[in-house]
């Protein structure tokens, strides 16, 4: 069995990509979870695998180097696949230091820990950076797409943090000859999505009747990816990923918010048995976001035809499946928008 270290497992994508590979790995992987339990960290996200034999959580934050250090100290860790990060947008503009801390320095860190560990014999192992298409800024011309090779021009403190650790993972690959391995994805949705992101949000705030905030008029596109396909691109990187390249992942599939808050209002009108047209009467045009990236949009053909990756579903029963998802566990979504969830696992881990 190989350790494989899994950052952020405990969050939205990480814990897909653990479920993943604990699941379709039982006689290759032991999975180490490294994750901090931030309010985005949720191990009720993983219930359904916390006993599996070849699976461990591990509390910890990447922002403490010696902890780190530690880590791979006493873990012959094989591979990294690392997802940790601050990934809200929003809150990035009220507190960029707590993105530069775990996204910037806390990648350093961690790749410092790898360099250490991994000391003349580099080639055995592998370090997976997670990142995302926000890197690349916005786009404006609609015959656009972000391809591998666009010049990198963050916008936002968040996408900013992202490109700098993207920077650093390259260096250490070229300096320290750790072999790295990158992808750069376009929007996620799908179930155990934090519903402070917007289609969770948007889900949430339907099915409490409240105010659906659509920021600015709603025009800017974002392109969209069921979780689990990136899950399963990143198991396809992380396996068959050339050393040193990048890929960018997404399913060509741009919508404009405001298209997408309209279609889930009619989904969860026809789901909850509400006359056609209830929802959609709660959407509220709200502030622009400062210095809002108009649009994104992924140019995927790299991955598509030189790891042979598809995405496997349309968004439209994508979103269905993700709207299943959320009526059929209220009491997750209950637990996070009170914050129960974190009382509940921290008392745990507490006793233990
Ligand atoms: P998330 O916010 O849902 O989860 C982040 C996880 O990281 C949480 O479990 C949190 O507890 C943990 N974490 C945060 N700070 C930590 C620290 N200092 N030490 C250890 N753990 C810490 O994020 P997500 O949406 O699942 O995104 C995961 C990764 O994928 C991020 O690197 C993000 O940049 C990237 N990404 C996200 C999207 C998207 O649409 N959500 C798209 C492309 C790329
Ligand atoms: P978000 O889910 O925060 O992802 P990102 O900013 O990383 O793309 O937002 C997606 C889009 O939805 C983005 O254009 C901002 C917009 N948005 C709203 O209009 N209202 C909201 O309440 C939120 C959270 C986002």
């Given at each position: 069995m190989k350790n494989l270290l899994i950052t952020g497992g405990a969050g939205f994508i990480g814990s897909h990509v653990v479920r993943l590979f604990v699941t379709r790995y039982p006689d290759t992987y032991h999975i180490y979870n490294l994750d901090a339990l931030t309010y985005a960290g949720n191990l009720a996200n993983l219930r359904d695998v916390e006993n599996a034999p070849n699976y461990t959580f591990v509390k910890g934050d990447i922002r403490d180097a010696e902890s780190m250090d530690q880590l791979f100290a006493e873990t012959d860790v094989h591979g990294v696949i690392h997802l940790a990060a601050e990934s809200h947008v929003d809150r990035s503009i009220s507190d960029p230091m707590a993105f530069v801390m775990t996204n910037v320095v806390g990648t350093v860190n961690l790749l410092n820990a790898a360099r250490k560990a991994w000391k003349g014999h580099e080639a055995a192992h592998r370090f997976y950076h997670v990142s995302t298409d926000e890197v690349y800024g916005e786009l404006h011309n609609p015959e656009d797409f972000f391809t591998e090779e666009t010049r990198y021009d963050p916008r936002s403190p968040y996408s900013a943090s992202k490109a700098a650790s993207d920077h650093f993972v390259r260096a250490y690959g070229n300096t320290y000859k750790i072999p790295v391995v990158l992808s750069n994805c376009s929007n996620n949705y799908g179930p155990?999505?934090?519903?402070?992101?917007l289609i969770p949000l948007m889900i949430h705030n339907i099915l409490n009747n409240k105010p659906l905030p659509v920021y600015g008029k709603g025009e800017n596109v974002r392109d969209w990816l069921f979780v689990v396909d990136h899950a399963r691109a990143i198991d396809t990187v992380f396996h068959q990923g050339k050393e040193g390249e990048t890929y960018n992942i997404g399913g060509f599939n741009e919508w404009k918010n405001i298209d997408i808050v309209h279609l889930l209002c009619r989904v969860m009108d026809q789901k909850l048995g509400r006359p056609d047209g209830t929802s959609s009467g709660l959407i509220t045009y709200v502030t622009d976001r400062?210095?809002?990236?108009l649009r994104y949009a992924i140019d995927a053909i790299k991955i598509m035809k030189e790891l042979g990756w598809q995405p496997s579903l349309q968004f439209e029963e994508g979103l269905e499946k993700t709207v299943d998802w959320y009526l059929a566990n209220p009491a997750w979504l209950n637990d996070v928008t009170s914050g129960h969830y974190q009382e509940y696992y921290s008392e745990m881990y507490a006793n233990r």
């Open positions: 155990n999505h934090f519903p402070e992101k400062a210095g809002h990236d």
